[in-house]
């Protein structure tokens, strides 16, 4: 006998550990629309079978507590709303009373059900069906279910497949009339939930979106529908607004943008630097939806009351997509000082073509989001020599995408995680010299599942820098909308979910005024969303459609395989200039992933219902 | 042209061709539980599987479509092993007492199970079980729903009113009523085409027939049946006569030996619906200006519930005039038992019908104005009358043809194309050419109106007025109609509107034919019977001339409005037995 061993895992441990990665997948790649209070059973029986058994309330609770559920959906004669307190009362206890956390956070995890969707409980006792609004949200195909603006994605990563370029550029702006700038840019909601996810990982969406617009040449937008002599007013030329106009003129109505700023494109153009969406091709993007006939008024600022409300007369309906171009203050002492700028000021500048020079200096820039990556990685690229990242949390809980944060360390910015700015050090001129942070430590987890950033007792750290850039968040210039009565209380314009302003008959809003700082895929989905509502409000309805067919799926042979990533140019040549980074596929890496697609429009719920939608 | 070999055997299809209907040119059946041509492709029940040389998965035949160069095997042992472990599965979700089940021997899954010869299999058994009125007319049976999704399908694709939903997720998918609502909520229009669509018995019409022995076996009760004119082109299928035997005399000495004491024919009261209607459409006809356009018929219970829950604005546009069915009821208690020297309290009325809606027309409180309770006491679907034929051991083979009771049995040909799609139409126009011009039209002379096509419409000169009529079978394409009407881009004197395809012949009463549709070849033998019939003009039938002289007086007039004639506005919608 040996008085101790090295236990080394068997066959079998081996292969659960795999299937813990499967199941890990497979829950990513849950679609939207799951019934809750079925997917708290399902999860209640996976934690019930990770009970040791020692225990009362999880060996015997835990079971109690799946059955209880079980009634609730299947509606037996007993159930009634007091199940689902015998539901509440039971979980509490096996939080209350568990031994360890296999017990206690499987209680927790139901009790978060019942004040998250008590209302389906409640639906499923009383009607045996889910509450509406998640039957709503059920989808078929789940990449177009994520995509704000509903783009066909099983359709044009086929026609890519196919080698139909063109075709699929057609196929997306039906929905979309910005391919090439969510090809750059998009944050791809629509690979979240890719089913292919249960596979091996999901499609690279984005990246076969690239692939068509880099192949398929211009692609002209389709014919008019006939003048309907209806005209409207949009005040912002950013990616809502221009979506607006597009889908508007493509149903015969004649738009004018007003634009306050130099040029149109608003934060695709202000907000997103160069070597990630080149202006040039941006503007080809604009261009072909100003050849439909929008007329456009730049420099010309909208901001007070009396002249929104006369737009309101002179047109037929007006579409108010102004963005979120204020920035955030830091609130610190010093903040006034030469040497502290917005992100957003300092990417206007740009935008306008106004570049500073950073030349030697050492920059610290605030913030943890996407846009405090943006303005770190352009003050690389300004000659900057040092750019210091200083986030109040740690580097996992930034909302930088991954690949932004790993792009920004890449080319020489230091992340430094949990230190929260204190004041600004200046000289006697006024200028930066420093800025002093101080450290935190990560406490208990907030709202957002993040731990809330908190004072350490180690001592206040100094940052020597000649420039700081906070990037800690846009809002809207609200001052006009809330003279007008149609502001929200934070700020934003008051506006539904079909962009309608109540308050302002023939008003319509959406994008980031409405929903404060989004992406641009929602911007655009604002703006095909008030296109159709205005249209309807105009007393018409225009339906979009495009003639392109897609060809019918085939099932295949799919083993696992690896995704195609994106590669960039190597950082050291990269970060001296505005060029763009990224490269696109390969014809054969785009036509490897092309045929990952598992075609969700057809197999699956979407032969039945929900399949592509040919119009709207 | 896409080149294949299927089991081994080579075969050009045009592109686009499915591999079900590629097997199906050379011979081979792919069985198949889910699949309903044009309605329904979801690949669901993965009974239709096959194999293709070289792919892993399996593919559904019913829409996986031939491709150049495919290798299909239909029933190699892959195909063999999973097309009967889903037909296991089903089995095991199933209610298999076949015995109690009013669609065994009708039943695709039976017979598929049968055919792959499964005599036992390895899982729990777990149907589901639904809490259901059993006083509703409709009923479903969860236990035997196999999601084959094809009364989603139907009431969604053909009648565009959505009643049925896919509920759910994860193990607890189920059909029932869109967005869990109530039936007698649900804006069902009843026509039972749920019904003859489904592959089990998950979906039936209320079973009256317990009800129909009881006043059979009471020595005191005097039961007289009406029998509707789509009847007679399907009542045949059901107990296994061919057509050419299935005629309308041994139909009578079929439902004479189930014990009735009076056997008359819808087909007269189709007549007395004529004269009304047909009346009623030339006075409003004649003072267009005071009323809305077009006129719509009225004898669909399916179109009536469809119009009122969808169109409720609408409703004042229909006929007055009660459907024959009801015309009948009426009459039966009051004239008709006068004429047979019976107490009207003794009389059960009943009436056999190709429809699941008239079980809940007969129930409307408003309709019944005999005073003598129901007009109609009891409705049987032409599926019941078949099952009390079998249950009464009728040999088909040894019925004799005979005649419908005097005088109610007589009706004209007018009358037996009711049960066809443009039938009433048709009806209408001939009387009213005559109620105009005095003389009688060629009675084909509004055959313009006849086929199986959803929605046709035609313009007809009747004395110098032009009359622009549509006609439309099925509730979408009803809908499709109504909308045009609404947004301005066509108009029209007088509609007909059915709300099964096909009209009553395709009712959702019939004979159910997995994966056929029987209206138009019903629909023919109609019209055949139309041919044939000495009287083509329903303003000729004697019955409905004695019935004036002794008794309506004359159409419109003040008895007929008060037993023929209903306002519909005031029909309950809800359902009551």
């Known amino acids: ?616 | 042209m896409v080149n294949l070999k299927i089991d081994g055997k080579k075969i050009s299809v045009k592109k686009g061709t499915t591999l079900m209907e590629a097997a199906e040119k050379i011979g081979i059946n792919i069985p198949h539980l889910c699949y309903l041509e044009g309605i329904n492709d979801i690949g669901a029940c993965r009974v239709c599987v096959v194999e293709n040389a070289g792919t892993d998965k399996l593919l559904a035949s019913c829409n996986t479509m031939a491709e150049e160069g495919m290798d299909i095997f239909t029933n190699s042992h892959k195909v063999r092993k999973a097309r009967r472990t889903n037909v296991e599965l089903l089995l095991s979700e199933h209610d298999c007492l076949c015995a109690t089940c009013v669609r065994s021997g009708n039943c695709e899954l039976q017979t598929v199970a049968n055919d792959l010869g499964i005599l036992e299999f390895p899982y729990h058994w777990q149907p589901e079980r639904n809490k259901w009125d059993k006083d509703f007319p409709l009923i479903r049976d969860a236990s035997k729903c196999i999601k084959c999704m094809r009364c989603v399908q139907v009431c969604d694709k053909i009648q565009d009113l959505h009643v049925w939903d896919v509920n759910g997720s994860g193990p607890h998918v189920t059909v029932g009523v869109a967005e869990g609502s109530d039936m007698q909520e649900a804006d069902c229009s009843l026509c039972g085409q749920c019904i003859t669509h489904c592959p089990t018995g998950a979906l039936r019409e209320r079973n009256d027939i317990d009800k129909m022995y009881e006043a059979l076996e009471d020595p005191e009760t005097v039961t007289i049946v009406q029998v509707a004119p789509a009847v007679r082109a399907a009542w045949g299928e059901g107990i296994g006569l061919p057509k050419n035997k299935a005629t309308l005399g041994r139909m009578v000495n079929g439902i004479r030996k189930l014990g009735f004491d009076y056997i008359f024919d819808t087909n007269f009261t189709a007549d007395l619906t004529i004269m009304e209607e047909g009346s009623e459409f030339l006075e409003r006809f004649k003072n267009k200006e005071n009323y809305n356009w077009p006129m719509f018929t009225s004898c669909c219970p399916g179109w009536v519930r469809f119009v009122k829950t969808q169109y409720p604005d609408m409703v004042k546009q229909l006929s007055t005039a009660k459907s024959p069915q009801q015309m009948f009821g009426a009459m039966i208690k009051t004239y008709i038992a006068k004429q047979l020297g019976v107490d009207p309290k003794k009389v059960f009325s009943v009436s056999v019908m190709p429809c699941t809606a008239k079980k809940y027309e007969r129930g409307v409180k408003q309709v019944n104005d005999s005073g003598y309770g129901s007009d109609v006491d009891i409705v049987l679907t032409t599926r019941e009358i078949n099952r009390m034929m079998r249950a009464s051991h009728v040999n088909p083979e040894t019925l004799k043809n005979e005649e419908f009771d005097d005088v109610f049995g007589i009706g004209s040909g007018a009358a037996v194309i009711f049960g066809a799609t443009g039938g009433v139409m048709e009806a209408a126009l001939r009387s009213a050419y005559f109620l105009l011009t005095g003389e009688n039209p060629d009675p084909d002379a509004f055959k313009k109106v006849r086929g199986m096509e959803g929605w046709k419409e035609a313009e007809f000169d009747v004395s110098g007025a032009t009359v622009r009529v549509a006609v439309a079978s099925g509730l979408g394409n009803t809908r499709k109609l109504i909308e045009a009407i609404r947004a301005g881009e066509v108009s029209y004197d007088f509609v007909e509107i059915m709300a099964c395809p096909g009209g009553c012949a395709g009712g959702g009463g019939q004979p159910i034919h997995e994966g056929e549709e029987m209206a138009e070849d019903r629909g023919k033998i109609l019209y055949g019977l139309d041919k044939v019939n000495e009287l083509r003009f329903s303003h000729e039938n004697p019955a409905i001339l004695k019935s004036y002289e002794e008794f309506l007086e004359k159409p419109l007039g003040h008895k007929s409005h008060k037993l023929l004639h209903t306002d519909l506005t005031k029909w309950d919608i809800e359902v009551k037995q």
């Open chain 1, 1 to 616: 006998m040996s008085r101790l061993d090295i236990k080394s895992q068997d066959q079998a441990q081996i292969v659960v550990e795999s299937l813990y990665e499967d199941m890990e997948r497979r829950v990513a790649a849950s679609h939207p629309g799951l019934c809750p209070v079925d997917t708290a059973a399902a999860f209640l029986r996976l934690s019930h079978g990770q009970s040791c058994g020692k225990c009362t309330p999880c060996r015997v609770g835990l079971e109690q507590l799946e059955n209880l559920i079980d009634d609730v959906l299947d509606g037996g004669k007993d159930v009634t709303k007091n199940t689902i307190d015998v539901i509440r009362t039971t979980a509490e206890s096996i939080r209350d009373s568990s031994d360890c956390a296999i017990g206690f956070e499987a209680a927790n995890m139901v009790l978060k059900g019942l004040d998250g969707f008590l209302e389906d409980y409640i639906s499923h006792v009383e009607k045996g069906v889910c509450a509406s609004n998640i039957r709503e949200y059920s989808e078929a195909i789940p990449c177009v279910g994520l995509c704000p603006a509903r783009v066909d994605i099983p359709g044009y990563v086929s026609l890519v497949l196919e080698g139909r370029y063109k075709d699929a550029v057609k196929l997306i702006k039906k929905d979309n009339p910005f391919p090439t700038a969510c090809a750059l840019v998009c944050e791809h909601p629509c690979e979240n939930r890719c089913r292919r996810t249960m596979i091996d990982a999901p499609i690279n969406i984005r990246g076969l979106k690239r692939f068509a617009v880099d192949n398929s040449g211009k692609v002209e937008p389709p014919q008019k529908a006939e003048s309907t002599g209806k005209k409207i007013a949009v005040i912002g030329g950013g990616p809502s607004g221009l979506t607006a106009a597009y889908y508007l003129s493509l149903m015969g109505h004649k738009v004018k943008i007003f634009e306050k700023r130099k040029f149109l494109g608003g934060m695709l153009r202000y907000g997103i630097p160069s070597y990630r969406l080149p202006r040039e091709r941006l503007q080809e993007e604009i261009d072909i939806i100003l050849s439909l006939g929008v007329d456009v008024e730049l420099e010309t600022d909208i901001s007070k009351p009396e002249e929104v409300k006369k737009l309101k007369k002179d047109y037929d309906a007006v579409y108010i997509a102004v963005g979120a171009h204020a920035f955030q203050s830091l609130g610190i002492k010093g903040e006034d000082s030469r040497g502290v700028l917005s992100a957003v000021e300092m990417l206007r500048a740009i935008g306008d073509g106004n570049m500073i020079s950073l030349e030697g200096k050492t920059v610290s820039v605030i913030g943890g989001g996407n846009v405090a990556m943006d303005v770190a990685r352009t003050a690389r690229r300004l000659g900057a020599k040092e750019v210091n990242i200083l986030y109040r949390r740690r580097r996992s809980d930034m909302t930088a995408l991954n690949e932004e944060i790993e792009g920004a360390i890449a080319e020489g910015c230091e992340v430094v995680e949990l230190k929260a700015p204190s004041r600004i050090e200046t000289d006697k001129d006024g200028n930066v010299k420093a800025i002093w942070v101080k450290p935190q430590i990560p406490g208990e987890l907030d709202k957002s599942g993040r731990p809330r950033p908190c004072d350490s007792t180690a001592p206040e750290e100094r940052y020597e820098s000649d420039f700081v850039i906070s990037a800690i968040g846009q809002k809207i210039e609200a001052g006009t909308f809330d003279k007008l009565g149609i502001a929200t209380d934070r700020g934003r314009v008051s506006a539904d979910e079909a962009c309608i302003v109540s308050k302002l008959k023939g008003v319509f809003a959406g994008g980031d005024c409405v929903t404060g700082p989004a992406t641009a895929i929602r911007s655009i989905a604002a703006g095909k969303t008030a296109a159709a509502n205005i249209d309807e409000y105009l007393g018409y309805h225009h339906e979009i459609s495009v003639d392109v067919e897609v060809s019918h799926a085939k099932q295949a042979n799919r083993p696992p395989m690896g995704r195609i990533q994106m590669r960039e140019r190597p950082s050291a040549s990269r970060r001296k200039d505005f060029e763009e980074i990224e490269e696109g596929m390969t014809l054969e890496e785009a036509m490897q992933e092309a045929s990952r697609c598992l075609r969700c429009d057809h197999f699956g719920m979407g032969s039945f219902k929900g399949g592509r939608e040919q119009k709207w």
